[in-house]
């Protein structure tokens, strides 16, 4: 069983950052594809980046690229969301998930919330204009 708690959001104005973690419990977090996800009202969840287990490969929805920088410490048992220069649109539910079951990198993959089998209860980003 793998618990993931995330924190960090919060109230920001436009062209403003904000830095997520998400810490996971278990010993076994290196073995673990992480992402992030997020969901607006009235939306579906969305796919925002995915980190490969051991943090050397990347892969960012259009949206996210050139603005989000997503890391990890498996020491620490943590991923990391780094988000610049945000927008109003970016308002969410940001989640963060875990693929502990496949080897998988691909991208057709890692953007579909099927592929994680754990997540976090969220936490709430708000941009305002």
């Known amino acids: 069983q793998v618990q993931l708690v995330e924190s960090g959001g919060g109230l920001v104005q436009a062209g403003g950052s904000l830095r997520l973690s998400c810490a996971a419990s278990?010993?076994?977090?290196?073995?673990?594809?992480m992402g992030w996800f997020r969901q607006a009202p009235g939306k579906e969840r969305e796919f925002v980046v995915a980190?490969?287990?051991?943090?050397?490969?990347?892969y960012y929805a259009d949206s996210a690229k050139g603005r989000f920088t997503i890391s990890r410490d498996n020491g620490k048992n943590t991923v990391y969301l780094q988000m610049n220069s945000l927008k109003p649109e970016d308002t969410a539910v940001y989640y963060c998930a875990a693929d502990s079951s496949s080897l998988i990198w691909r991208n057709s993959y890692l953007i579909s919330h099927r592929s994680y089998d754990y997540w976090g209860q969220g936490t709430q980003v708000t941009v305002s204009s």
């Open positions: 278990g010993r076994t977090f290196s073995m673990y594809t």
């Open positions: 980190i490969s287990r051991n943090g050397g490969s990347a």
